[in-house]
C-alpha cells in the first residue's frame, strides 16, 4: 500500500472531495484524521465508511479560520497518531455574487476559511514536518484561482492567494524535506456544485473538452499521487483537474 505507516490530516474530509481523499488514503495503509466545521452527522459517516473498509479514522471538529482551534486539532492529532506525515488544505466554502452586491462579510468569510485557513494549518502542520525533514502538503486551489469567474471574485481571489502561497511556501520548505503542491479542480460533482442553476451547469459542460464533469475520487487519485515519494521531486506546482477545461 501506498501510504502505509503513514499520518495524513485532511481538513474538510467530512464531505465531498475531502471525504474521497480521506477514503482513499485510508484504504491505502494511512491512519487519516478528518477535519470537519460543524456537520457531525457526515463526519461520522465518513469515519465509519472508512472503519468498515478496515481503516483508521479520527474525527477532529475545527474552524481552519481560526488559529487556536487549528493549533488544538494539530495537537489531538499528534496525541492519538504521533505525527503528521501528509497535509491536504482541502476545507473550503463559497459565497457567490456580483461584486457590486458582494458583501464585506461574504468576502472575509471566504478569505478566511479558503485563504487564511492554509495558513493556519500549514504554519502549525510545517513545524512538525520540519523537524522531521518530511512531509507533504496539498491544497485544494481552483481554476477559478486561475482564470477568474463572474459572481466569484471572493473565492477567486482566495484561490488565486493559494496559488501564490503554495509556491512561496514551496520554495520556504523544500530544503526541509517537505513538498508543497496544489491542485486547480474544475468542475466536480460535491455538495458545492448541487445548487448551480442548469443554465450554468450546462454553460461550464460546453467549456469542458471532455463534456463531463469530475468527480471527488478523480481528484483524490491525484492527492494520492502528491501524497507518496512517486512525487518526490515535484514542488510548486499546480496540477489541473479539470477534464481539459484550463490548457
Ligand atoms: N466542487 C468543485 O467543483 C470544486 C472545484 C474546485 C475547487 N474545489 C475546492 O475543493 C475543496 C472541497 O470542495 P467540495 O466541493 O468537496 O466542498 P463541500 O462538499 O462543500 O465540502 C466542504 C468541506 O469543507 C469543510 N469546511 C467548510 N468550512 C470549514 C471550516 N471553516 N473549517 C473546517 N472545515 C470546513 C466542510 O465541513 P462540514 O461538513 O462540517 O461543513 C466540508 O467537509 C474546497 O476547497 C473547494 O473550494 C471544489
Known amino acids: 500500500m501506498l501510504l502505509d505507516g503513514k499520518v495524513a490530516l485532511v481538513t474538510g474530509g467530512s464531505r465531498g472531495i475531502g471525504r474521497a481523499i480521506a477514503e482513499l488514503f485510508a484504504a491505502q495503509g494511512a491512519k487519516v484524521a478528518i477535519n470537519y466545521a460543524g456537520n457531525v452527522k457526515a463526519a461520522e459517516e465518513t469515519k465509519a465508511a472508512i472503519e468498515a473498509a478496515g481503516g483508521e479514522a479520527l474525527l477532529v471538529q475545527a474552524n481552519v ?59 502549525t502542520v ?79 459542460l460546453a467549456g469542458i473538452p471532455m463534456k463531463k464533469l469530475g468527480k471527488p475520487e478523480q481528484v483524490a487519485t491525484a492527492a494520492l499521487f502528491l501524497a507518496t515519494d512517486c512525487s518526490s521531486y515535484i514542488t510548486g506546482q499546480v496540477i489541473h483537474v479539470d477534464g481539459g477545461m484550463v490548457m
Open 65 to 123: 479560520a481560526d488559529a487556536d482551534a487549528v493549533e488544538k486539532m494539530v495537537q489531538t492529532v499528534t496525541d492519538a497518531f504521533g505525527t503528521i506525515d501528509i497535509l491536504v488544505n482541502n476545507a473550503g466554502i463559497t459565497r457567490d455574487g456580483l461584486l457590486m452586491r458582494m458583501k464585506e462579510d461574504d468576502f472575509d468569510a471566504v478569505i478566511n476559511t479558503n485563504l487564511k485557513g492554509v495558513f493556519h494549518c500549514t504554519k
Open 126 to 204: 510545517a513545524k512538525l514536518m520540519m523537524k522531521k525533514r518530511s512531509g507533504h502538503i496539498i491544497n485544494m486551489a481552483s481554476v477559478v484561482g486561475l482564470i477568474g469567474n463572474a459572481g466569484q471574485t471572493n473565492y477567486a481571489a482566495a484561490k488565486a492567494g493559494v496559488i501564490g502561497f503554495t509556491k512561496s511556501a514551496a520554495k520556504e520548505l523544500a530544503a526541509r524535506g517537505i513538498t508543497v503542491n496544489a491542485i486547480a479542480p474544475g468542475f466536480i460533482e460535491t455538495d458545492m456544485t448541487a445548487s448551480l442553476p442548469d443554465k450554468v451547469r450546462e454553460a461550464t
